[in-house]
């Protein structure tokens, strides 16, 4: 039989991994949108245009090794810096997603 405390024990161990499991994507999330931030302030237009076209065409080759799928959403997030309809676009569908995934 499990006692009280093993129990506790328990659940905060489940809540803790629950948690950081959360903990990386929040990170990387924080840490992508410093990355944009500077990249705006530090980079002329065409350098993040050029840049993130390079970064979607190179994300469709993600199957191979190094490239990755990861590139295409970052690449669209550069040009959105610089494309006003495309950033507001790009804003309503991260607000849409992360709408529809706090409901299930």
Partial sequence: MISKQQKQERDVD???HVHEQSYPRRL???NSYLI???????LP????????LVLVVLGFLGFLPILGF????L??????TDIPPFGRWLK???RHNRHNKKRT
Avoid: D, E, N, S
């Fill in 14 to 16: 489940a809540k803790k």
């Fill in 28 to 30: 990387l999330v924080a």
């Fill in 36 to 42: 944009l931030k500077k990249g705006h302030r530090y």
């Fill in 45 to 52: 237009p065409i350098v993040r245009a050029v840049l993130g």
């Fill in 70 to 73: 990861w590139m295409i959403p």
């Fill in 75 to 80: 690449g669209l997030a550069l040009i959105a």
């Fill in 92 to 94: 309503q569908r991260l």
